[in-house]
């Protein structure tokens, strides 16, 4: 008798082979498995092999569209360009001289310069690369004009440019009535034919053109190798050019056109795509292409082995999945509860455990209990993040109406899909007006106020967010029906914007009605928009969808003369015209009631041309200084901060220095001559800077210096011309502009009036 080896005692109970339920826990999983997944994939790799030809198809007639609009687009820009120099051409020629001339002059014969000025522009024309050859055609003369020569009909077309009876028969019908740029085929080219006069039945002229046929196939080659070829058609199917079509395309070409007519849309027939576009040069011209779907369809075998594939792959990993879940789910208890007892608190004690089933229900409820408590603080937070959302659906970030309603249900935010809201967005500036600004600890608290009794104008219907530090956005949802729109709801903010006038200065602007969440960002968008076209007049001011200010109703640049004014007024220290001129332009923009944007764009620009004077006077770069001027013109809000704005500004970057003895200032004007001899030396702007009249400023400087004002910056003048004639090859007129004259002649003048001789004599006798 065997030992029993193998028996357990009644204590340690018979333990069940537990095989049977792992594969019965291992087909469970499977099919939990297969109806949740492989069944989505297969039909997905299914339904991928029966839309991807289709697919296919869109994307080719996408693609085509682009490339033909691109080549389509280029082409008509080369024909309109040609178009365009043949009416210069023929608005600029002189042909209604030359027809006078050969009717007036005896046998016919022209003027030679009249000739020779046609056949210049004739030349010109052909430098285009589209043209082969161009040349004039007289109606009622037995003349012909090209860029060579002049000639009768019968000559030039049997002998220069010889042409069959039946090609040159065609051409002479097709010169009748009025032309703009009509095209005919004269056999071996493409002509193009415009008349002279214009607006006549009668033309007396016909410019032709001939078309390079080469380049109009470059022209519309399109270099995809899924192209077979392009070409151009006219209405009645005839072709006019082009480029790699076989004549089996040709063939396939013709029988669309007679079965479907010339039409622009996308036609597939067995292989081939076919695409017809309308020419915006000329409306009975048609751009076609041929796509070679066999090149586009090798997607399709891959896309098919990639399903195979991918469904295998799903098969072999859902089997391992399955029997990896039911091996580790047999696995002992005690993992489990060694699992639950690492989520004990930190410096819980730790209690009697009692047996496993007990221990993980303990460990259960403790998990559950904090489970609650970060709900508890997440519900707490929901505010935040619902605001968070709106601010991604201003900025754009959410444009799907899908994903929209599933970030919205994450986040537990109610929204109706479909509902007429508007955008109305809030721009805070700092007073400046104020001594103390508020922290930023407290200006916080300031924006909870503000917004809460914003929400408060019509509760549920506002939803209220910071998209920036100094912006707010307002969304009102309402109705046609309601009183209280969104022109309503700005006027009542406005009113609370108006509590805070201490602190800020705000520009509302309401942003264009929209009926779905996906669109609030255009809403929001526009309302951005018209915050530029805020005014100067107000603390709080409303700027609506239909902007009251036009931007484009006064320069926002300082011009080039404008800029060399100031400058000028700065080296000769005319400062009280600066701001003078300052003080002006705010008045001028005070009475036209211009935009805030637009009036700091120039005064910007004013600033900037002011610096660059300080700069070059007292030679001092502070750069963040400088900086800090900008900021304190951006923040101004109103007309009259403006004006305290520059006259600050002013009084800080010119300074008027301590005066000096006549002897110091009569130095100074000298130094500044002989720095600045090339430029316009006013002695009306130097009299000015030391407060004397004309004629007494003229006596001092000859008493300081020894000579008259007028004569001192001549021989000044005259002695720097002398280096650069004796030390360089420059020409007169280079020395006259270097020196300060206007012209050679003025310098040839001074030179025989100081000097005895003329320039070039001088530099002769002295090289």
């Not at 048609?286 to 098969?315: C, D, N, Q």
């Not at 699992?339 to 460990?363: M, Q, W």
């Not at 301590?658 to 100074?668: F, S, V």
């Amino acid at each position: 008798m065997k030992p029993a080896a193998h028996s357990r005692s009644p204590e340690q109970g018979a333990v069940p082979n537990p095989a049977p339920r792992r594969r019965t826990l291992f087909w469970r999983l499977f099919a939990n498995y297969f109806l949740l997944i492989l069944i989505p994939v297969i039909a997905a790799s299914v339904l991928a092999q029966v839309l991807v030809v289709r697919i296919i198809e869109q994307d080719a007639e996408r693609l085509n569209d682009i490339v033909m609009s691109r080549f389509a687009e280029q082409t008509d820009a080369s024909l309109q360009a040609l178009k365009t120099n043949m009416i210069q051409i023929l608005s600029t020629s002189r042909l209604r001289s030359v027809l006078m001339g050969a009717a007036d002059s005896p046998g016919g014969k022209l003027q030679p310069e009249l000739l020779h000025s046609l056949r210049e522009q004739l030349q010109q024309l052909e430098s285009d690369e589209l043209v082969e050859r161009a040349y004039y055609i007289f109606v009622h003369e037995d003349l012909i004009i090209d860029a060579e020569t002049y000639t009768n009909k019968a000559y030039y077309f049997t002998t220069r440019y010889p042409m069959e009876p039946r090609s040159r028969k065609q051409l002479e019908a097709e010169l009748i009535g009025k032309k703009m740029m009509n095209f005919t085929d004269s056999g071996s080219s493409l002509t193009a034919v415009m008349s002279y006069p214009f607006n006549t039945n009668a033309p007396d002229v016909y410019l032709l053109v001939d078309l390079r046929t080469n380049k109009l196939q470059e022209q519309i080659h399109i270099p995809e190798s899924w192209v077979r070829g392009t070409a151009i058609i006219d209405d009645r199917g005839r072709l006019i050019s082009e480029n790699g079509l076989s004549e089996r395309d040709r063939q396939t070409l013709q029988q669309r056109i007679h079965a479907e007519g010339v039409s622009p849309q996308f036609t597939i027939s067995d292989k081939t795509g076919l695409s017809l576009m309308k020419s915006a040069f000329d409306e009975q011209w048609h751009y076609i292409s041929m796509i070679e779907l066999g090149t586009l369809m090798k997607p399709v075998y891959v896309t098919r082995f990639i399903s195979w594939a991918f469904l295998a792959f799903f098969l072999v990993v859902g089997g391992w999945v399955s029997y990896y879940l039911s091996r580790r789910l047999y696995r002992p208890i005690a993992e489990i509860r060694n699992g639950l007892k690492s989520h004990r608190r930190t410096g819980e004690s730790p209690a009697n455990e009692g047996n496993e089933f007990d221990v993980i229900k303990r460990y259960s409820q403790s998990i559950m209990t904090e489970n609650r408590e970060l709900s508890h603080m997440v519900h707490g937070m929901l505010p935040i993040v619902q605001e968070q959302f709106v601010t991604k659906l201003l900025l754009g970030q959410y444009r799907d109406a899908l994903s929209i309603e599933y970030y919205a249900k994450e986040i537990e935010f109610t929204y109706n899909p479909v509902a007429a809201r508007t955008v109305l967005t809030i721009a805070l500036h700092d007073n400046l007006d104020v001594p103390e600004h508020p922290t930023e600890t407290g200006k916080t608290f300031l924006l909870a106020e503000m917004k809460d009794k914003i929400r408060k104008l019509a509760p549920g219907r506002i939803w209220l967010c910071q998209t920036k530090p100094n912006l707010l956005a307002c969304i009102v949802q309402h109705d046609k029906a309601m009183s209280d729109g969104p022109e309503h709801i700005a006027e009542m903010a406005k009113l609370i914007l108006l509590q805070y006038g201490d602190y800020f200065k705000a520009t509302i602007g309401i942003g264009k009605t929209v009926q779905t969440m996906e669109e609030l960002h255009l809403s929001y968008e526009h309302a951005v928009i018209v915050l530029q076209y805020r005014g100067l007049n107000s603390t709080v001011e409303i700027c609506g969808s239909q902007p009251v200010r036009d931007l484009q109703g006064g320069d926002s640049f300082l011009s080039v003369q404008e800029v060399n004014r100031i400058l000028n007024q700065c080296k000769t220290r005319e400062y009280d015209k600066l701001l003078r001129s300052v003080l002006d332009l705010l008045e001028e923009g005070q009475r036209r009631d211009a935009a805030a944007e637009q009036m700091k764009y120039l005064l910007a620009d004013v600033l900037n041309t002011w610096i660059r004077a300080a700069e070059s006077e007292h030679n001092e770069l502070n750069v963040p200084y400088y900086s800090r001027l900008f900021e304190r013109m951006n923040r101004c809000m109103t007309w009259g901060e403006l004006r305290a704005c520059f006259e600050e500004i002013h009084a800080f970057l010119f300074r008027r220095p301590a005066p000096g003895t006549r002897a110091q200032q009569i130095a100074g004007i000298v130094a500044y001559i002989h720095e600045h001899y090339d430029q316009e030396l006013s002695i009306e702007a130097f009299a000015g800077m030391m407060n004397m009249s004309i004629g007494h400023f003229s006596r001092t400087f000859k008493e300081e210096v020894g000579e008259k004002y007028v004569e001192y910056i001549a021989k000044y003048r005259l002695m720097k011309a002398k280096q650069l004639l004796l030390e360089t090859d420059l020409k007169l007129d280079e020395i006259a502009e270097r020196v300060g004259y206007w012209g050679r002649n003025s310098l040839i003048r001074a030179f025989r009036k100081y000097e005895g001789i003329t320039p070039a004599k001088y530099r002769t006798l002295h090289q």
